[in-house]
């Protein structure tokens, strides 16, 4: 019971700490501020259109680089400004105004083509256009209104560069705490293969997911660590420590994934033995060790607590020796496995002493070098947007079909109250209807999809929260208590977990309203309102998905398996020239291993979003699985392959050596042929140095061994994606 509470205590830590909840807290200050002054000298309304500005601007305010997200802030404020006095100043009659919406709904959606950012300020630009229609006080002069708005803009603004200011490595450590806290959770999916009671390829599918988390997570990380850092930041010694556990959980990631075995033998040979059950609570307690860290990395504090796995490691060990004379076998393979469960707790213990501030913090300011070749570099320009300029781009079919939706939501507003007059009382606030359509629909199916049912619940629950809560609690100030805690959880959760933001945005609204108005009906009211809004707005969207210009995610699969196998014989020929003799740069390799790692993820991601298209769409479904877990495979082998190099002296590039590497390239190439038009070129390696054959004893024969692995994942690898290709064609 204890220590389920601490498990609790632990979790509940990690979320008031974590990025989500600080951005939200940040948020909902930012808007509290301006209402409560304003309400104050009582005008309400100026400031709650003020917060309103706050709410828009926060929309591109993602994680990421400092110098992107101001940037981004000012953009942001001009075209809220210009938007909201465009929509206040022009004469619109019906007909123009849906032209109008239509319109921006097209060009917000094409600001996609320059990255989620400028997608986010495409987003701000069509909520300051809905709110700036609908919103508008009888009393107020328009241009007071629009200036009301930017100047709420304007604060969100000033007031994150000040926090951002007093608190420059907050995000930092939010983001790295994050990702410790993930490769913790890698720990514990990894503990499952030792679990008998555990299907072996569900759990390699688990591997494969969170390590798509993991690789965002740590895409985070890179970004707000070192693409705008400097010497002088590195000279900090806060930054110092950052660089450090980051730079150490990097190590502990790769070694955690270059650890690959036979886990079906492993199962059917040790399964009944006591070892194969200690396994898993070694890795266990290394994942709880990790996961205590993440407070400590968010704070940048000593740990309240020493380490708690010390001498379960030797226990473990004694239990394999014995295991080895009771057999009178061999048991390397588990000493294999335990010498890098020793490996994973050393790294913990590393950061646990860093933060405890009892190891002297290692320069790392070689991870400034060639930073600029790992970042991609963001330009706005005419050319780039023009490429897409075409129905073959699925960002313009996908800002058409938005452009479509908006002008038919904008027709069923105006038109409903003709034929069904008690409609009137229900499109008083139809800027919910454009809202539902902006964050459902998705240049995806998938997602769309997902969004829809999220939307959908948490509009439903959410209202029933809002209601329960108005007619349930009559202590005003609890009320109004509670309504600041749904407005905080709603902007935590509305960017990680929109099904929760929703729920919590809904209850939110329905409270704030009936202070407003004063009455308990109008409560009741405003949820048909938004119930009906949503689902207006889901039903077209589901429509148009399957109506106009189509879009699906199973077109596109041919790219991401290409870009997969290209970046397999890019990791593949930095690695087999280390071998070869070739002097191969530090930052090439971090370069190949991260397009390995990325280009995985996002075919992992690709997968997981067919599973949710109609099924006639996915003919390749198993298949597709299949070749991201050889894939996986051969990514560990490869990284075992470099780490066997790195620690090993003199090595003789054998004959054999380079028939096997070439016949892996070989294999490679032609699988790419598969699925594109051109030819990979790879620079041929050195002729072997050595013509004796490989000896029995030594370290060339474990190279040649590892080499013979990865030449049959690649055979299986090749015969997958022939069959991959087979029934794409077949579906066409």
């Known amino acids: 019971m204890r220590d389920h509470l601490e498990i609790v205590w632990q979790k ?16 909902t200050v930012a808007v509290l501020i301006p209402v409560v002054i ?23 305010d993602l994680v990421g680089p400092y110098r992107e997200r101001r940037q981004s802030l000012f953009i942001n404020v001009a075209v809220i400004f210009a938007m909201s006095m465009l929509t206040r100043i022009l004469p619109f009659s019906d007909v123009f105004l849906g032209l109008f919406i239509a319109f921006f709904s097209f060009a917000a959606c094409m600001l996609s083509v320059f990255g989620i950012r400028a997608m986010g300020i495409g987003a701000s630009c069509l909520l300051a256009l809905f709110f700036s229609l609908t919103l508008t006080h009888e ?28 608190r420059p490595y907050r995000v930092s450590q939010q983001v790295l705490a994050e990702c410790a806290y993930k490769i913790g959770t890698l720990l514990r999916i990894k503990a499952c293969f030792f679990d008998v009671h555990t299907a072996i390829a569900k759990t390699h599918k688990r591997v494969i997911q969170i390590n798509v988390i993991l690789n965002q997570r740590q895409e985070n990380v890179r970004e707000v660590l070192f693409s705008a850092a400097t010497e002088k930041q590195f000279a900090s010694y806060q930054y110092k420590q950052l660089t450090f556990i980051f730079a150490t959980l990097m190590e502990l990631f790769e070694r955690i994934n270059a650890s690959h075995h036979d886990y079906y033998q492993i199962r059917e040979k040790y399964g009944h033995t006591k070892v194969y059950q200690v396994i898993p609570e070694l890795l266990i307690s290394c994942a709880q060790e990790l996961e205590r860290l993440t407070t400590p990395i968010s704070l940048l504090k000593p740990p309240k607590k020493a380490i708690q796995f010390t001498g379960q490691w030797d226990k473990a060990y004694a239990e394999v020796i014995a295991l080895e004379s009771q057999e009178q076998g061999t048991t390397i393979v588990l000493k294999k496995i335990l010498v890098n469960i020793r490996y994973v707790m050393q790294k913990i213990r590393e950061v646990h002493r860093i933060l405890s501030k009892s190891e002297e913090v290692h320069d790392h300011s070689e991870l400034l070098a060639h930073k600029e070749r790992f970042f991609k570099q963001r330009t706005f320009s005419w050319p780039a947007l023009q490429a897409h300029l075409n129905l073959k781009s699925p960002i313009f079919r996908h800002s058409l079909r938005v452009a479509i939706v908006m002008l038919v939501a904008f027709v069923i507003t105006k038109t409903l109250p003709v034929f069904f007059p008690e409609y009137i009382a229900l499109t008083k606030h139809s800027f919910w209807i454009y809202i539902t359509i902006i964050v459902i629909l998705r240049p995806g199916f998938s997602l769309s999809k997902q969004r829809s049912i999220d939307r959908l619940k948490g509009s439903f629950l959410g209202g029933m929260l809002g209601l329960s809560s108005i007619f349930l609690i009559t202590n005003i100030y609890v009320l109004l208590g509670l309504m600041l805690v749904y407005m905080l959880l709603t902007f935590t959760f509305l960017r990680s977990k929109y099904v929760y933001g929703s ?12 202070f407003f108005t004063g009455v308990d009906d109008f409560g009741v009211l405003l949820l048909k309102e938004r119930l009906l809004d949503t689902v207006i707005g889901c039903v077209l969207s589901f429509l148009s998905f399957h109506f106009i210009f189509p879009t699906w995610e199973s077109d596109s699969v041919k790219t991401y398996l290409k870009n997969v196998i290209q970046a397999n014989v890019h990791f593949l020929s930095v690695s087999f020239r280390k071998l070869s003799g070739d002097k191969v740069d530090i930052a090439d390799y971090k370069l190949a291993r991260k397009e390995i790692y990325l280009s995985l993820a996002e075919l992992n991601a690709l997968n997981e979003r067919i599973l949710n298209e109609p099924i006639f769409q996915r003919p390749f479904t198993k298949e597709l699985n299949d070749f991201s877990i050889f894939t996986h495979q051969l990514i560990s082998y490869a990284m075992a392959f470099t780490n066997m190099l790195d620690h090993s002296s003199g090595l003789a590039f054998h004959e054999e050596h380079e028939r096997l590497m070439n016949k892996i390239l070989s294999k490679l190439k032609k699988t790419y042929t598969l699925f594109a038009t051109d030819s990979l070129e790879i620079l041929a390696l050195k002729t072997a140095v050595s013509k004796a054959h490989i000896s029995d004893q030594s370290d060339e024969l474990l190279i040649r061994e590892q080499l013979e692995l990865m030449d049959g994942l690649v055979d299986k690898l090749y015969h997958n994606s022939l069959d991959i290709s087979l029934l794409a064609k077949r579906s066409l």
């Open 12 to 27: 509940a830590r990690f979320f008031i700490n974590s990025q989500p909840f600080h951005e939200g807290l940040k948020i």
């Open 38 to 60: 304003f309400a104050c000298f009582g005008h309400l309304h100026n400031g709650v259109t003020l917060g309103i500005g706050s709410i828009i601007a926060s929309t591109p």
């Open 139 to 166: 009393s107020s002069h328009p241009i007071t209104e629009a200036l009301l708005m930017t100047g709420g803009a304007v604060w969100y603004m000033i007031f994150v560069l000040a926090v951002r200011y007093m």
């Open 503 to 514: 729920f919590f945005l809904t209850a939110f609204f329905l409270i704030a309203y009936y």
